[in-house]
């Protein structure tokens, strides 16, 4: 049986390592780490996510700010509330969360704020950054699943990695990280031929493909690292359960490690949330202390 890689601990220890560097933060600069969160609308699962982010936000001792909007809400009024936000000084992270109503443009947004409080890593500039091997804020669902590997391998170099799925919020961007650290990485996607055979070759698997247990026992190398970020409601037995992108039951007896769904990934992009807050306030504060040194 693989070993189980507990997102739950992981990112309960990521969790007190940041809230014990915002303490030391807080003493240093007499700043209180903000994070502005925005929701428009009311849908369900937008509302735990936020939820669970402000609870968390709370627990490392950030200053938590909800912005809540109408679903009614024109892309003038939040395009004006991102504005403020942006200029706003005890504001370091900012995160719309998605995905918006369908009459808002979220590229639009997501370009509107700034690089420096994108804590979700999706500004074109943070994009590139990442894919120049440049310091910049990272998509928190990649850095997690970084972050856990480096749980089960104390060096990436030279593992072959596939990454299933090439969008822009995981797909692409975990892999720019596993670049990073020095892997060979293949990406695949939905027109990928002889998919199985490439995945079936790898040292780390990465499915983020968003279709439930698409990835069987025959696509794994035994021994094989599987990351499984998809999580996917589906009906069995009359009951409504949560799946990832990995056909569990069948690949957990051939890999040697793997994450849970729920309870791997999920409990990661959270924690790396506050991580990536923690990381654009010193960066803003730094700025600002050049700034003030050049004038």
Known sequence: MAFLIDGKQISQQVIEDTAAEVAEFKT???????????????????????????KRAEEVGLNSIEHRLPATCSQQALNKLVDELNTDPMVHGILVQLPLPAHLNEAEIISAISPDKDVDGFHPLNVGALACGEASLVPCTPLGCIIML??????????????????????????????????????????TKNIEALCSQADIVVAAIGRPEFVSASWIKPGATVIDVGINAIERDGRRRLVGDVDFTSVEPIAAAITPVPGGVGPMTIACLMKNTLTAARSQVLARALEREAG
Not at 32 to 51: F, I, M, N, T, W
Not at 156 to 184: F, W
Request: glycine share 8%.
């Open 28 to 54: 240093t600069y007499g700043i209180k780490p903000g994070l502005a969160v925005v929701l428009v609308g009311e849908d369900p699962a937008s509302q735990v996510y936020v939820r669970n982010k402000v």
């Open 150 to 191: 480096k749980t089960v391998f104390e060096d990436l170099s030279g593992k072959n990695a596939v990454v299933i799925g090439r969008s822009n919020i995981v797909g692409k961007p975990m892999a720019a990280l596993l670049l990073q650290e020095n892997c060979t990485v293949t990406m695949v996607h939905s027109r």
